[in-house]
């Protein structure tokens, strides 16, 4: 890629190497555009007769054509690429949902000379509409050798991210007490409700007992009947341990204990089970408060009926100190 400064009338299909103001400030024509011949006539009423370009050599792809490739292969699910101003790629989520990200891919790719990528959190819950990630490439063209090494490792290992839609959700909460539920329904109820409004959600059945073990049971097991896409278990009591009332209950399902204890402040004592595929998530102390805590981390990804592994908890603990 070579710059130099050409008279006007030589610069068709040449790359601008600097962004042209009109006077008193307006942009005319940005950094990076490829001129054509009607931009080279504007130019010359502007009373321009000489521009900085550049052009591509052999060897060499344009920053557009290069974002644009990454872009189609990086990403996947409910998602829409545009071309935006620079060298970059926007990846636009079509629909409510949650991203899902492969941290190290992302680091190995952003570890290359040719273009770099950033992402919203994984497990990140993300409107219609909303820009979940964002290919940059290095300035006007990248080696067509760095590229493809590139596109290959994402082909073979990719994608970095999915963009998973949110559709139809129904959530199951049961609210449990030693002495009544209905105590736990008045404690919690407003701030489960303001906690599934943050990502679109209401409670479609709800259950209040007394935590003792035998009610929890046929509590949850009602709850169950549906298949919900997740059962959330607000227990005005601290569990010990996948032993206590709530664990042993969940248990007596059938159910696969898949974590007990997160890396998360507010919500280590989270305690993650499957009953088949619906998952039941005990966090007591995290339906107090309204504040970001573990439930609010995990619950995107459930909705988006992926399912959330004791790993994948573990990982949290990076970037888990929410208060």
């Known amino acids: 890629m070579k710059a130099q400064t050409v008279d006007i009338k030589d610069s068709t299909g040449r ?3 600097c962004t042209i103001f009109r006077q ?3 942009k005319l024509l940005a950094k990076g555009h490829v001129l054509s011949e009607d931009d080279v006539r504007l130019l010359e009423t502007e009373g321009m007769c000489r521009v900085w370009v550049t052009e591509l050599e052999d060897g060499e ?5 290069a974002v644009m490739l990454v872009a189609s292969e990086m990403g996947c699910g ?3 690429i545009r071309l935006a101003a620079g060298g970059r790629a926007n990846l636009m989520a079509t629909e409510d949902g949650c991203v899902l990200v492969d941290d190290e891919l992302l680091k190995q790719i952003n570890c290359t000379a040719s273009v770099v990528i950033a992402t919203v959190p994984n497990f990140g819950f993300t409107r219609a509409g909303q820009r979940i990630a964002t290919v940059k490439s290095a300035p006007f063209a990248v080696a067509a050798a760095q590229l493809e090494a590139v596109l290959t490792i994402l082909r073979e290992r990719g994608p970095i991210l999915q963009a998973r839609p949110i559709r139809t959700p129904s959530v199951g909460v049961l609210y449990t007490d030693p002495l009544s539920g ?5 404690l919690f109820e407003n701030i489960m409700r303001q906690r599934l409004e943050r990502f679109g959600v209401t409670a479609s059945y709800v259950l209040a007992t007394v935590e003792e073990e035998s009610a929890v049971l046929r509590g949850l097991e009602h709850l169950l009947r549906p298949k919900p896409t997740a059962v959330l278990v607000a227990s005005t009591t601290a569990p010990a341990g996948p032993e206590d009332v709530i664990g042993r209950a969940i248990a007596q399902l059938g159910s696969h204990m898949e974590r007990f204890l997160a890396p998360v402040e507010p919500g280590n004592l989270l305690l993650l089970a499957y009953k088949d595929e619906v998952p ?4 007591p102390g995290c339906f107090r408060s309204a504040k970001p805590n573990v439930v609010d981390l995990i619950l995107p990804p459930m909705l988006a009926r992926y399912r959330v592994s004791g ?4 990982c949290l603990g990076h970037g ?4």
């Open 61 to 65: 792809v344009g920053e557009d054509q």
């Open 320 to 323: 888990g100190l929410l208060a």
């Open 24 to 26: 008193g400030g307006k």
């Open 182 to 186: 209905d105590r736990a329904r008045q």
């Open 280 to 283: 039941i998530v005990s966090a």
């Open 311 to 314: 790993w994948e908890v573990a």
């Open 78 to 80: 409910a998602l829409e």
């Open 15 to 17: 790359i601008l190497c």
